[in-house]
């Protein structure tokens, strides 16, 4: 393992994951477990999910952040990951794109969140790099003032993971599921869901800004693809992820303290 971690000009490896369509509960529980069980750096990426699910932060509270009535109705799920972060619904239409790494292999970058968000812009400026006014407003990726990558994080002792939703497109009606968030960032001036967001289908292809990222995570790694069936934590190790589906009893229960 030793001489593949300095593959090329010194570069320490990447390991490189392509899946599509892979269910973000599933994909959200293999992030943490290389997160917590490898030591290896990985990057993830998922076009699309199967159905849509809407996704809230390790601390989201579903009775401030998602219009219970709806969402039962219609059967939506949802899901507490592990990382921090705002709510998002994802669907066919969000492309998935997460960097797991090993602090000591990203020397130049505190393992805090302001640093590893400013790194991780850095890196998205090399994808966008011609294509429109790309840049890191607070928490958040924008073209000019509008949203179109929502990111979360989480961080141990040695390693992070950022990852990011990045919305190729949506569904506009998707977007009633979700109330206004008490904390919102500044320059979202209270505008609605549709006034906030943008697609980003209108500046790149799919496969076009797949293809960037990769080629941008090559100016900081070595990288190398790996399958999906072969992501697996090692065999002597016990793995619980802790990122789960909302019951809809729990649903219901927040349903009754927001009224």
Request: aromatic share 10%; net charge neutral.
């Amino acid at each position: 393992m030793a001489t593949r971690q300095v593959a090329r000009a010194g570069l320490p490896l990447m390991n490189i994951v392509r899946m599509k369509g892979v269910p973000i509960l599933q994909q959200l529980e293999v992030e943490e477990c290389l997160l917590r069980t490898s030591s290896e750096n990985w990057c993830i990426i998922n076009d699309g999910t199967d159905k849509p699910n809407i996704v809230m932060g390790i601390s989201g509270k579903p009775a401030e952040l998602v219009e219970i009535s709806p969402v039962l109705e219609d059967k939506i799920p949802v899901i507490r990951r592990f990382t921090g972060g705002g709510t998002v619904i994802v669907d066919h239409g969000t492309i998935f794109v997460s960097f797991i790494c090993n602090k000591d292999d990203v020397a130049d970058v505190q393992p805090y969140p302001r640093p590893i968000m400013s790194w991780s812009s850095l890196l998205y400026s090399q994808v966008f790099q011609g294509v429109t006014n790309f840049r890191l407003r607070e928490n958040d990726y924008v073209f000019g003032h509008r949203k179109f990558g929502g990111n979360a994080q989480s961080i141990t002792k040695n390693r992070w993971i950022h990852h990011t939703s990045f919305l190729w497109d949506y569904e506009a009606r998707n977007m009633s599921y979700l109330r206004l968030p008490k904390r919102a960032p500044e320059y979202r001036l209270a505008r609605d869901h549709l006034d906030f967001i943008c697609p980003m289908k209108d500046y790149l292809s799919r496969s076009e800004f797949i293809t960037r990222t990769i080629d941008a995570a090559e100016s900081h790694f070595s990288v190398e693809s790996t399958e999906f069936e072969a992501v697996k934590p090692p065999s002597n190790m016990k793995f619980t992820p802790t990122s789960r589906l909302l019951t809809n009893q729990e649903l219901e229960a927040a349903g009754n303290t927001s009224i």
